[in-house]
């Protein structure tokens, strides 16, 4: 009677200039059955000198060990020195939010790409990892759907509209593009400045923007709204 054989354990390498974090997840892998902490390294420079890491089937990078700014490059450049790589990224919700649209490429270059926050529980960030090595795909929830948004709005080839806005938010999205503080425009409508900042971020979230001045920028091109009305 043959002996079933053991199912191949899933390598991974970790690279993170935090030491608490990597030694933390190099803990979670060596625990985990099915998988093998084969090494890690403080930076990507590192870690391509460390011959073994072209063992890895997994590579779990912490964002914050790279330059945000250049991630795009980095990203690419990484594929090309592993042009099947399997990638988990570990980032911050303010990493998800500098993910953009044009970054998809350099990250869909990869064989396997992922991206989830690290303030998740280690079993989930272990659980992202069998995932990556087993050919699938996992974000957070929030960045696919922010750039899902953006896409559409950027693709669309019909006039803008105001989507779902409300009457009360159109009024703020005009007082936001007449350049009026969240304190003016909580005066003129009677209501509190927390109110007028919960208007803004819900115009910001239907818009699929991040910041007021792209906000101001779209309000005052697309017709959504007309600054030169009321104006004396």
């Known amino acids: 009677m043959n002996k079933e054989q053991p199912a191949k354990q899933i390598s991974v390498f970790i690279v993170s200039e935090f030491e608490p974090l990597r030694l933390g997840l190099a803990e979670g892998v060596t625990r985990a059955p099915d998988l093998e902490l084969i090494g890690s390294s403080d930076t990507l420079e590192e870690m391509v000198q460390l011959g073994g890491v072209r063992n890895a089937d997994v ?5 914050p060990a790279l330059n945000r700014a250049d991630m795009p490059r980095v990203y690419r450049g990484v594929s090309e020195w592993f042009p099947a790589l399997r990638v988990l990224f570990l ?16 990250y869909m270059s990869m064989g396997t790409v992922g991206f989830v926050y690290k303030t998740g529980g280690i079993d989930r960030l272990l659980d992202a990892t069998r995932v990556i090595a087993a050919g699938g795909f996992v974000c957070e929830t929030e960045v696919i759907r922010r750039i899902l948004t953006r896409l559409i709005n950027w693709t669309s080839d019909a006039a803008p509209t105001n989507g779902d806005l409300s ?3 159109m009024q703020v999205l005009n007082l936001v593009a007449r350049a009026r503080s969240n304190k003016e425009i909580a005066l003129e409508l009677f209501v509190s400045e927390g109110t007028v900042k919960a ?3 819900h115009i910001m979230s239907k ?12 309000a005052l091109t697309s017709g959504l709204v007309d600054v030169t009305e009321g104006a004396s």
Not at 59 to 63: A, K, Y
Not at 92 to 99: A, K, P, V, Y
Not at 207 to 218: C, I, T
Request: proline share 5%.
């Open 207 to 218: 818009l699929g923007m991040e910041r007021r001045a792209e906000l101001v920028r779209y």
């Open 59 to 63: 590579i779990i990078i912490d964002t």
């Open 167 to 169: 009457a009360r938010e």
């Open 199 to 201: 208007h803004v971020s």
């Open 91 to 106: 980032g911050s919700i303010e990493d998800g939010l500098s993910i953009s649209p044009e970054d998809v490429p350099a």
